[in-house]
């Protein structure tokens, strides 16, 4: 047979691919036949709809925070965007230093580093413009009202805290919308202020969670975010699991573990765009992937690597209002920085 198709091919070059096709297609048996239509058919539509799917929003790498030395370094930062001055805050709890970029992704100021502060673990912008820095020093966390140059004016006391809240202390903060966003990843409970420290609301993370007393030092948030309308989206690494938290108190989650896509291994920062879009990072897979507003799975992007566009275990995650995803990760990688659109 291969002696034919050789002579068939060299002897009629205009048909010869055609013919070749029609004569093996003649040899493989009616069944085989309809089972590669139906898995050649299956490929074509699934692919399409998959293509169709990841149309709707894209993610495009466009640079690292950088200064004039070149892309600043630091492992699993903190970052918050002040919004009314399009500014960047890179919060190094290792180095115990702050420092602002502009919307351009250059480095303008940095403060804290004399360890005045103590540890810094986060910074955010208040309405008024003055910084709200989280820090501990010895065994005890504040939070310090700073100016813009970061310099120390005042303590933000804790006020009207019900007893259910008299021993919070909090270990991570965010603030949006005038408000301030407590999180106690010890006791899995989060608290809201206002501008003033002066108690709103609270929700108990591990009762929603049913999660004992005992295991909550062990069952911590990856990370937590406010989106623009007011929920609260964390993540539990060691449930394999991203939740929405509605300012009701409504609380709907999602995530399987696993390996395959759409899938999470251990899952970190996590965040919510206006169009409603939820972007989760997971440190072990070295990549961020992204959900639509019902949590259906659209892709994943980044994976393990050194090129520009590669993440190796990311970790805090934020958006600005020019559409850009800043994503902190390990291994002195710094904060990287990508263009989302949308279809």
């Known amino acids: 047979m291969m002696l034919y198709l050789y002579s068939e091919f060299f002897m009629n070059k205009p048909n010869a691919m055609r013919s070749i096709t029609a004569k093996i297609w003649s040899f493989i048996p009616t069944a085989l036949k309809l089972t590669l239509a139906a898995f050649f058919l299956s490929a074509i539509f699934v692919g399409f709809r998959a293509d169709d799917v990841r149309a709707e929003?894209?993610?495009?790498?466009?640079?690292?925070?950088?200064?004039?030395?070149?892309?600043?370094?630091?492992?699993?930062?903190?970052?918050?965007?002040?919004?009314?001055?399009?500014?960047?805050?890179?919060?190094?709890?290792?180095?115990?230093?702050?420092?602002?970029?502009?919307?351009?992704?250059?480095?303008?100021?940095?403060?804290?580093?004399?360890?005045?502060?103590?540890?810094?673990?986060?910074?955010?912008?208040?309405?008024?413009?003055?910084?709200?820095?989280?820090?501990?020093?010895?065994?005890?966390?504040?939070?310090?009202?700073?100016?813009?140059?970061?310099?120390?004016?005042?303590?933000?006391?804790?006020?009207?805290?019900?007893?259910?809240?008299?021993?919070?202390?909090?270990?991570?903060?965010?603030?949006?919308h005038g408000r301030i966003y407590l999180l106690n990843n010890d006791s899995l409970r989060l608290a809201v202020t206002d501008s003033n420290g002066f108690f709103m609301r609270g929700h108990d993370l591990g009762a929603l969670l049913e999660i004992e007393e005992k295991k909550r030092n062990v069952t911590q948030v990856g990370g937590f975010s406010v989106d623009p309308e007011g929920n609260i989206f964390f993540t539990v690494p060691v449930l394999f699991s991203a939740y929405r938290l509605s300012a009701q108190g409504k609380l709907a989650g999602f995530g399987r573990p696993g390996s395959a896509p759409g899938r999470f291994n251990v899952v970190g920062g996590i965040v919510a765009d206006e169009q409603g879009y939820v972007y989760v990072a997971d440190r072990l897979k070295s990549a961020v992937l992204v959900f639509d507003k019902n949590f259906k799975f659209m892709h994943e992007f980044g994976y393990r690597g050194r090129r520009p566009h590669n993440l190796i275990s990311p970790n805090d995650l934020e958006l600005d209002t020019a559409g850009r995803l800043y994503v902190s990760q390990l291994a002195s990688l710094g904060v990287s920085v990508f263009k989302i659109t949308y279809k």
């Open 57 to 176: 929003v894209q993610t495009s790498f466009l640079y690292r925070l950088s200064n004039f030395s070149g892309p600043v370094h630091s492992s699993w930062a903190k970052i918050a965007i002040d919004e009314e001055r399009d500014e960047i805050y890179v919060t190094d709890s290792q180095k115990g230093d702050v420092r602002i970029f502009n919307n351009w992704g250059m480095e303008i100021y940095r403060f804290g580093d004399d360890l005045n502060l103590g540890a810094v673990l986060a910074a955010a912008v208040r309405n008024d413009g003055n910084i709200l820095v989280l820090a501990r020093q010895a065994s005890r966390t504040s939070i310090v009202i700073c100016n813009f140059r970061g310099e120390p004016l005042a303590e933000l006391a804790l006020q009207d805290f019900p007893p259910g809240f008299s021993d919070f202390y909090p270990t991570d903060m965010v603030c949006r």
